[in-house]
C-alpha cells in the first residue's frame, strides 16, 4: 500500500443520512495513490450515486453518470465559483488592477455571464484553428521520442507528457519556452495540493501564476502578435475594452488547464498501451483506430474532478443540500458507471455506448478538448510507430496522485533496442 495521510474526518451535518455517507479522501485515498482506476471502478461499483464524504473538509460527490450529468448541467443548484458574480465585482471594486481577487475565466462564472467570457475564446480554441497547429505537435512530438528512441528507456512524464503539450500550450499562448520549469513547476504546486481549498491560498497562488506571466501580458499589449494574449487583449466584455484584470483572469485559467491536463491524459493512456502490447500492435498495424482509441482511453481513465459550491438549499435528486456545501462531479467514476457503460472495466473498441464525459457537459464543457484530442492522438500514432513495443519497467513501479486532475506519478518505460 502507498503511504498516505488521510485528511481528517469532519462531523457529518445532520441533513446528511448515513446511508449517503462514504469515506474517500480524494487527494489522499490509500488505494486511489496505488492505482487510481481500480479504486475508482470500486466506488462506482459500490457507493451511492451521490454520495458525501467527511475528508478534505466534507463534500459531496456526483458519482453516478446520470447525477455528474444533471449537476453539470444545474447551474443554479451548483456554482462553479465560491462567490457570485456580482460579489466578486463589488470586493474587486475600486482596487488596481494588480490587487484584485483573480477569476479563472470563463471557469468561476455561472451563466449568464459566463458567455460573455467563454466567447472570445470559441473561435480561437475552435477545431479549424487547432488542426492547423497538427504538424507543429506532430514535429514535436517526433522530436521527444526520437530523443529517447535510441535508450531502450525513459521515464515517460518527464522526457515526454510534460514538454509536449506545454510547448504547445506555450507556443499558442505567446509565452517564453525558454521559463518552462517556473511554469510548469507551478501548475504542479497548485494542483497537487489539498490545501487549495482555502480561499486565501488560492489567491496567493493564482497570483503567483499571474506574477509569472505579468511581463509577456504587458508586452502582448504594446505589441500584438499571432497569440492568444495578443488576441485577449483586443476583446470587448459588456462593451467596454479589455484590461489587466481580465487577462490575467483568463491566463491563470488556460495556463493552469492547458498544463496539466493532457499530461496526466497521456500518462494515463501510455501506462495503458504499455500493458496490452496487443493493442500496440493493432493500431501500428491500422493507425486509423488512433481516433477512436484515444476517445475510449479517455473514457477508461477519465481523469478530471470539477468542484462545485451548492448555491442555495436544495434537494437535488432527492438529496438534501445546503448552500455553501462543496460538490464533486467526479467524472471519473461517471465514465465508469456500470448503468452507463457495459462491462465499464473493459477497454472495447467495439463498445455501443461511446459518449464518455471525459470532458465534462454543460455550459462549462472543456473548451480545449479540440487541442487535446489532437494532442492525444498524435502522440499515440508516434509512439507505437516509432517505437518497438514498449512495456512498463517491472522494476519501477508506478504510483498515482489524486486531487482535481488525477494522474500517474511516473510512467518508466522499456523496450527492446
Ligand atoms: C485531456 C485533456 C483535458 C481534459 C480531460 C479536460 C477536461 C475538462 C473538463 C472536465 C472541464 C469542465 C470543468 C467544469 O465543468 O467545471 C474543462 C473545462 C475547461 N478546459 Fe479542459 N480539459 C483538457 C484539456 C484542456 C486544454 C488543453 C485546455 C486549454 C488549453 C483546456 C481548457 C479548458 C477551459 C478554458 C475550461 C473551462 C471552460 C468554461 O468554463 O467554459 N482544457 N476541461
Not at 484590461?243 to 491524459?265: P, Q, R, S
Not at 473514457?299 to 478530471?304: I, S
Not at 489532437?374 to 519497467?393: A, W
Request: include cysteine; glycine fraction near 6%; hydrophobic fraction near 40%.
Amino acid at each position: 500500500m502507498v503511504k498516505a495521510t488521510l485528511s481528517p474526518a469532519v462531523p457529518k451535518p445532520d441533513h446528511v443520512p448515513d446511508a449517503l455517507v462514504y469515506d474517500f479522501d480524494y487527494y489522499f485515498d490509500p488505494a486511489l495513490l496505488e492505482n487510481a482506476h481500480d479504486r475508482i471502478l470500486q466506488i462506482a461499483a459500490e457507493a451511492p450515486p451521490i454520495f458525501w464524504s467527511p475528508r478534505q473538509g466534507g463534500s459531496w460527490f456526483m458519482r453516478s453518470h446520470d447525477a455528474t450529468y444533471k449537476a453539470s448541467r444545474d447551474t443554479d443548484t451548483f456554482s462553479n465559483g465560491p462567490f457570485p458574480f456580482e460579489m466578486i465585482a463589488h470586493m474587486n471594486a475600486g482596487k488596481p488592477d494588480n490587487q484584485k481577487a483573480l477569476i479563472p475565466l470563463p471557469i468561476t462564472i455561472d451563466p449568464p455571464h459566463h458567455a460573455t467570457y467563454r466567447g472570445p475564446l470559441q473561435k480561437p480554441f475552435g477545431p479549424k484553428a487547432m488542426l492547423a497547429l497538427k504538424d507543429n505537435i506532430r514535429a514535436l512530438a517526433i522530436e521527444l521520442i526520437e530523443g529517447v528512441k535510441a535508450d531502450g528507456k525513459c521515464e515517460f512524464m518527464t522526457a515526454i507528457a510534460e514538454p509536449l503539450p506545454v510547448t504547445v500550450f506555450l507556443q499558442l499562448f505567446g509565452l517564453p519556452l525558454e521559463r518552462q520549469r517556473v511554469y510548469r513547476d507551478l501548475v504542479a504546486e497548485h494542483m497537487h495540493s489539498p490545501l487549495a481549498h482555502d480561499p486565501q491560498e488560492i489567491q496567493r497562488r493564482l497570483r503567483r501564476v499571474a506574477e509569472v506571466m505579468r511581463e509577456t501580458i504587458l508586452e502582448r499589449q504594446a505589441e500584438p502578435r499571432d497569440d492568444i494574449l495578443s488576441m485577449l487583449w483586443q476583446s470587448e466584455f459588456d462593451g467596454r475594452p479589455a484590461n489587466l484584470h481580465d487577462i490575467e483572469n483568463y491566463a491563470v485559467m488556460l495556463f493552469l488547464a492547458g498544463l496539466d491536463t493532457v499530461m496526466n491524459g497521456m500518462g494515463l493512456g501510455v501506462r495503458h498501451l504499455a500493458m496490452h502490447p496487443e493493442l500496440q500492435e493493432q493500431l501500428r498495424a491500422d493507425v486509423s483506430l488512433i481516433p477512436e482509441a484515444a476517445e475510449e482511453l479517455l473514457r477508461r481513465y477519465t481523469f478530471t474532478v470539477p468542484p462545485r459550491f451548492v448555491a442555495r438549499d436544495s434537494e437535488f435528486e432527492g438529496v438534501t443540500m445546503k448552500k455553501g456545501e462543496r460538490a464533486m462531479i467526479f467524472l471519473p467514476a461517471a465514465d465508469l458507471d456500470p448503468s452507463e457503460f457495459k462491462s465499464p472495466e473493459d477497454y472495447n473498441l467495439a463498445r455501443e455506448n461511446k459518449v464518455h464525459i471525459a470532458f465534462g457537459t454543460g455550459p462549462h464543457r472543456c473548451l480545449g478538448s479540440h487541442l487535446a484530442r489532437i494532442e492525444l492522438q498524435v502522440l499515440y500514432e508516434e509512439m507505437v510507430t516509432r517505437l518497438p513495443t514498449f512495456r512498463l519497467d517491472p522494476d519501477k513501479p508506478l504510483t498515482f496522485h489524486g486531487g482535481n486532475v488525477i494522474g500517474p506519478n511516473q510512467v518508466h518505460l522499456v523496450w527492446d533496442v
